[in-house]
C-alpha cells in the first residue's frame, strides 16, 4: 500500500472516530442537561461538597485577579433556559431576595451538570487513540471549566447580595 493511501485510510479511520465521538459528546451533554434539569429546587437550595465555597476562592477574587472571568464570561453560552420551566441566567432580573436565591439554585444546577458531563470523559479512553482521548479530554475540560468556573463566581456574587439584602431586613 502507497504511503499515501495508508496516510488517507487513517485519517478516514481517524475522522469517523471524531464523528463518533461529536455524537458521543452531544448526548452526554444533553442528557446531564436534562438530567439536572429534572432536579427540584429542594435538591439545590443548600451547597454540597461539590458546591460549597473554597477558601482559596477568596470570596470570587481568585476569579477576577487569576482568571480575569470579568472578561470572557460574557462569552459564554446560557442555556439554562433551553428546556421547558427553565431559568435564564444570562441576566440578573428581579432584585428580590427570593428571585436571588432561585438564581443561585440555578447556579448550582448548572455547575454540577458541567460536573457530571465532565464524569464520562475516562471513556473517550477506550475506543479512542491516545492523541485522540487527549484531544477529547481537552475538548472536556475547554468546553465545561468555564462554565464551572462562571457558575461558581456568580453564586460567590449573588450570595454576597443575598447575605446583605438579607442582613439588612429587605422585602422578600
Same mark, same amino acid.
Given at each position: !500500500? ?11 479511520? &481517524? ?7 461529536? %455524537?458521543? =459528546?452531544? #448526548?452526554?451533554?444533553? +442528557? +446531564? ?15 454540597? =461538597? %461539590? +458546591? ?9 477574587? /481568585?476569579? %477576577?485577579? @487569576? ?13 439554562? #433556559?433551553? /428546556?421547558?420551566?427553565? /431559568? ?8 428580590? *431576595? ?11 444546577? *448548572?455547575?454540577?451538570?458541567? =460536573?457530571? &458531563? ?5 471513556? /473517550? ?5 491516545? =492523541?485522540?482521548?487527549?484531544? !477529547? ?21 449573588? @450570595?454576597? %447580595? ?11
Amino acid at each position: !500500500m502507497s504511503r499515501r493511501r495508508r496516510l488517507l485510510s487513517w485519517l478516514a479511520r &481517524a475522522l469517523v472516530k471524531i464523528g463518533i465521538d461529536a %455524537v458521543a =459528546w452531544a #448526548a452526554i451533554q444533553s +442528557t +446531564t442537561g436534562y438530567g439536572v434539569h429534572r432536579l427540584t429546587v429542594r435538591r439545590l437550595d443548600h451547597d454540597t =461538597w %461539590v +458546591t460549597r465555597r473554597r477558601r482559596w476562592e477568596r470570596g470570587g477574587a /481568585f476569579y %477576577v485577579e @487569576q482568571l480575569r472571568i470579568r472578561r470572557w464570561k460574557g462569552l459564554l453560552p446560557e442555556a439554562g #433556559a433551553v /428546556f421547558a420551566g427553565g /431559568f435564564d441566567k444570562g441576566r440578573l432580573g428581579a432584585r428580590s *431576595a427570593d428571585h436571588l436565591r432561585r438564581h443561585v439554585i440555578e447556579t448550582r444546577r *448548572a455547575e454540577i451538570g458541567h =460536573w457530571l &458531563a465532565l464524569l464520562p470523559t475516562p471513556l /473517550f479512553w477506550r475506543w479512542n487513540p491516545r =492523541w485522540l482521548a487527549l484531544v !477529547m479530554t481537552a475538548y472536556a475540560a475547554a468546553i465545561n471549566g468555564p462554565c464551572i468556573v462562571a457558575q461558581r463566581y456568580n453564586r460567590l456574587r449573588l @450570595q454576597r %447580595v443575598l447575605e446583605r439584602l438579607e442582613s439588612s431586613g429587605a422585602p422578600r
